[in-house]
């Protein structure tokens, strides 16, 4: 329960972290920064506690935190935007502590710290809506696109926790952390996005 606790803090910190950064500063900047930071500290968490694996499982590790950073990579709005580093930081340290306190999770009860986290955060979220005084309102038009995310994510992070427990934390973190490319994927077949060199 207190890896769930960290978890659900790790998470809403890093993702809210990370779509501020998207916001303000530059997304060439935090989405590589943020995605990279929170491939490579479950990666040294990992090493530390798994052992280090052979060479050719490291190269593979390094190629993919290259492909994170060549996928994330996008164009800047322009030089007078900030950079958002601060909040790209910020967002990989947090999500790197979600990896890390998920792949602790074990045996039959973790999809069960899942619904624990999700609690929590809704919990919290409600709590600073509340205290913020920030408005909260929606069109319900959004409201079944809302439930569809939420089941993608909470299927995510189950296949997650399953690979976590299947194999090493490592290298499951790394492989998880090239969700941008089905993102980049899809924004070319549905947005009919150009593909770039990178």
């Known amino acids: 329960i207190a890896w769930a606790i960290g978890a659900g803090i790790g998470g809403m910190i890093g993702i809210t972290c990370l779509y501020r950064g998207l ?30 694996p052979t060479p050719m499982t ?21 030089s007078d935007r900030p950079s958002g580093v601060r909040w790209a930081l ?13 792949g602790q999770f074990s ?3 973790a999809f069960g710290l899942v619904v624990i986290i999700r609690l929590l ?13 920030q408005p909260w309102r929606m069109p319900m038009n959004v409201l079944p696109k809302l439930v569809l995310i939420g089941l993608l994510d909470m299927t995510g992070n189950a296949a997650f926790i399953l690979a ?17 490319v089905v993102t980049v ?3 070319i077949v549905i947005l009919r996005e150009h593909l770039t060199r990178s």
């Open 58 to 78: 490291i190269a593979g590790i390094v190629g993919a935190l290259i492909a994170v950073v060549l996928v994330t990579r996008a164009p800047g709005h322009g």
């Open 164 to 180: 976590t427990q299947a194999g090493a934390l490592a290298i499951a973190t790394v492989l998880a952390s090239l969700y941008p």
């Open 90 to 102: 910020a967002a990989g340290v947090a999500i790197g502590a979600f990896n890390i306190c998920i």
């Open 23 to 52: 916001a303000v500063g530059r997304m060439g900047v935090v989405a590589p920064t943020a995605g990279v930071l929170g491939a490579t500290i479950p990666v040294v968490f990992g090493f530390a506690v798994e052992g280090v």
């Open 107 to 109: 045996g039959a009860s």
């Open 121 to 133: 955060q809704v919990v919290v979220i409600s709590l600073l809506i509340v205290l913020w005084r």
């Open 185 to 187: 994927i899809l924004a």
